[in-house]
């Protein structure tokens, strides 16, 4: 027999890697908003068209990068976060794999322009289904900004397995919701076709962010929950019973300030209501572990 085993060329072994990360546009909102967040930005604009479908853009005021960084950060496994194995026992960032920006590029197009505080002149480069296509010094303002265009488009499959742009948009929601949830801090303004979507200001606690993001009628009825056993601290707020919904998308957990879904903690919060709600009602939360 011949042999049948192969390399595949590194452009499809790059674009195989990406559709772990991104699958959605919604997942590239969620790695350019932890990367604005990592660079201690406190005011995030975002803009979506066709619910992120045709184009992403997200606008910081972070710390910007280094003109000698701009193109390293679109390399596989290139990151500032992560230096030594043992930093992963110790991270204070949401990035650690230096996948991110190059996941992005291989399947869009990014255009991305970027100034530190200090420096003259900023950054800017244009990314394209993995290959730079231009960098150039040019005057932009303190912090950086990310155009996402031609999303799936050199990945016919995924683009065709898009769901509705309302599901699409839908989508992105959600993961602003999250991130505004477990960072009052920050300021974040969201167009969607052009118009306004959301504009929420920084909040000094939690439980006033809560009020923002998931209605008033919510945030009144919220019981502020704090405790603490070993190691192992929680904080934040739970609703009254009176207030049940009919399905588990309002309770919000984090764990290190990471957000995660994980039906052990949604049982024991289920736990917790047992006979103080009905069967198939759920209340709203957000915990931080
Ligand atoms: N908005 C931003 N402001 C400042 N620096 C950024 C920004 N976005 C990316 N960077 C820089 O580019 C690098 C690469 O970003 P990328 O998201 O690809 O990797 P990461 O965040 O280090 O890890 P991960 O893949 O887990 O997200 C980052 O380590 C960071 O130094
Ligand atoms: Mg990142």
């Not at 118009?195 to 920084?202: E, F």
Request: net charge positive; aromatic share 6%.
């Amino acid at each position: 027999m011949e042999p049948k085993i192969h390399l595949l060329p590194e452009e499809l072994t790059h674009k195989i890697a990406a559709g772990e990360v991104i699958e959605r546009p919604a997942s590239i909102l969620k790695e350019l908003m932890e990367n604005a967040l990592d660079a201690g930005a406190t005011n995030l604009q975002i803009e979506i068209e066709k619910g992120g479908c045709a184009s992403i853009r997200i606008t910081d005021d972070g710390e910007g990068m280094d003109p000698a960084d701009v193109p390293l950060s679109f390399r596989r496994h290139a990151t500032s976060k992560l230096a030594v194995f043992d930093d992963l026992y110790r991270l204070s960032t949401f990035g650690f794999r230096g996948e991110a920006l190059p996941s992005i590029a291989a399947i869009a197009r990014v255009e991305l322009l970027t100034r530190q505080p200090q420096a003259v002149a900023g950054t800017r480069i244009v990314v394209e289904n993995g290959r730079i296509q231009e960098v150039r010094e040019t005057g932009c303002p303190v912090g950086t900004a990310i155009f996402v265009s031609k999303i799936f488009d050199a990945v016919p499959v995924r683009k065709k397995f898009l769901k509705t742009e309302a599901t699409e948009q839908a989508a992105c929601m959600e993961v602003i919701t999250r991130t505004a949830l477990s960072h009052e801090g920050v300021k974040i303004r969201v167009l969607s076709n052009g118009r306004q979507q959301w504009d929420i200001p920084a909040a000094p606690d939690k439980g006033r962010r809560l009020g923002l993001v998931l209605g008033r009628e919510t945030s009144d009825s919220l019981l502020a929950v704090k405790g603490v056993r070993g190691n192992i601290s929680i904080t934040g707020y739970i609703s009254r019973p009176e207030v049940a919904r009919s399905n588990t998308k309002s309770i919000y957990c984090y764990v290190n300030g990471r957000y995660v879904r994980d039906p052990l903690l949604n049982h024991a919060i289920m736990t917790a209501y047992r006979n103080l709600m009905e069967a198939k009602r759920y209340p709203a939360a957000a915990l931080f572990l």
